[in-house]
């Protein structure tokens, strides 16, 4: 019996398993300097923390959540997000006594969407939440956050911000109401999927692929028109304090998202390499949301980035094949080799010594090994300040500085 893997699943191994721990850690580091705590919680949930908080009308809430009942009449979700769990468990711990609380976490989320490249039905987030705030600033904390992630990232992709505001709960709705005026009139020409969500919903409409659906939302009501002096400042703010810190950002005012908590600011960084599945990472607030779901009433914002769709775009790390074998012949030049292992080890340089200060033994150690490589630290490297380094394979032999020795290696890995 050959028993295959799940569709849209996927095993990560090789090249992409060291580019999703180098994701982890840049992340992790980001995260730590700017002192956000991880949470880890549960994969399944009660399914009611999902339903009702994303959407009942949202795709994820119609169409794509594994929900299952389990022994105990329970109905279960796998997480297909991790904004309304980290909340859940931020009021579950009591951790929101101390405001702002700024969280973060990364792990697989479940979504049964058709799979097609960058879209699978596990995959996995990285997720950026701070609660309790109010302030533009916290809006701009994240998204300078993100930008500073996906740069250490993805240094040559060509990557671009969009943002939008959709004003607050009240404004979105009238905005709502109006738009459902305008694309009923414009029935006939909008795409069957766009005319289902025309009184459901009709922001849906505004994000469309279909290129009809897109014409007639070109015309449609725009929410500028619809902020009220409060939103409008907090966006202006925005704005202004992306351009201090140099971020680039483009306007969108069909940016809508997919889920139904947002309010006021929305983000999304998209990518021309992705194929049709373009978006790296989303995010916006939602005033309203902790309160939804049983917490106090305060504010909140945050992001997700998908995990595999950076790694689609990462380029391969350089690395160095060789592995040096050290040899000392002295214990006098413990300090010299400390200072090559520190160096090796920052290059990323595997190496290896046995402890033994003898030439002859230290070779025949590194033959029997894999070692390709031998670095000899005797009298005359000590002296000369420089190390000889042997090439096992074809016998040749380099006297080098130490600042040198990565380029050398490096050259030979190709
Ligand atoms: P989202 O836009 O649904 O937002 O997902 C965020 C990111 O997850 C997407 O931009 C994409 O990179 C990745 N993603 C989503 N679905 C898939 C899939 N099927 N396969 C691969 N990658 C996928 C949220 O989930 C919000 N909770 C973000 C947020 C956090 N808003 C506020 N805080």
Redo the contacts with the bound molecule.
């Keep these: 019996m050959k028993i295959r893997s799940v569709r ?1 699943t996927h095993d990560i191994f090789g090249e992409e398993i060291d580019k999703f721990k180098r994701i982890s850690d840049i992340v992790s580091k980001n995260a730590y300097l700017k002192t956000f705590k991880e949470i880890q919680t549960p994969i399944f949930e009660f399914s009611d923390l999902f339903a009702k908080p994303l959407g009942e009308q949202s795709d ?1 809430v119609l169409k ?1 959540m594994y929900s299952f009942e389990d022994r105990n009449n329970e109905f279960l979700t796998l997480r ?5 769990p980290m909340i859940r468990a931020a009021i579950t711990n009591n951790l929101l006594n101390d405001l702002p609380l700024k969280i973060f976490g990364i792990g697989p ?1 479940f ?1 049964r ?1 058709r ?1 097609q490249k ?4 596990q ?3 990285i ?3 701070i609660l309790g705030t109010k302030d533009f600033l916290a809006d701009v904390e994240l998204i300078f956050l993100s930008n500073n992630i996906l740069k250490e990232l993805l240094p040559k992709s060509n990557i671009k911000l969009y943002i939008n505001s959709l004003g607050d709960k009240n404004t979105l709705l009238d905005f709502k109401i109006s738009l459902s005026k305008y694309f009923n009139t414009h029935k006939k020409k909008l795409s069957e999927e766009s005319i289902k969500k025309i009184n459901t919903n009709p922001l849906r409409i505004l994000d469309s692929k279909n290129e009809e659906d897109i014409e007639i939302s070109k015309s449609s009501p725009k929410i500028y028109e619809y902020l009220t002096d409060e939103a409008k400042k907090h966006y202006e703010d925005i704005k202004r304090s992306l351009n201090l810190l140099e971020i680039n950002f483009e306007e969108n005012p069909n940016l809508v ?3 139904d ?2 309010c006021n600011t929305v983000f ?2 998209k990518s021309d390499n992705l194929g049709s ?1 373009d ?8 005033d309203g949301l902790i309160k939804v779901l049983g917490g106090p009433d305060i504010p ?11 790694i689609l775009l990462m380029e391969s790390e350089k690395k160095i094949k060789s592995t040096v074998h050290i040899a000392v012949t002295n214990v006098k030049f413990a300090d010299y080799y400390l200072n090559l292992k520190k160096y090796l080890s920052e290059n990323r340089i595997s190496y290896y010594w046995n402890f033994k200060y003898n030439l002859k033994k230290s070779f025949t150690k590194a033959s029997a090994s894999s070692a390709s490589h031998v670095i000899i630290i005797g009298d005359n490297e000590f002296n000369g300040n420089f190390f000889t380094i042997k090439d096992l394979m074809t016998g040749e032999q380099k006297e080098l500085k130490l600042n040198q020795i990565f380029n050398y290696l490096n050259d030979k890995s190709r």
């Design positions: 849209g994820v794509e297909p997000e991790y904004t309304t989320m979504r969407e799979p960058g879209r699978y039905r995959f996995n987030q997720n950026f939440e998202r997919g889920l908590y947002y999304e960084y599945q978006t790296l990472l989303g995010g916006g607030r939602y909140g914002i945050g992001w997700a980035a998908g995990i595999e769709r950076i």
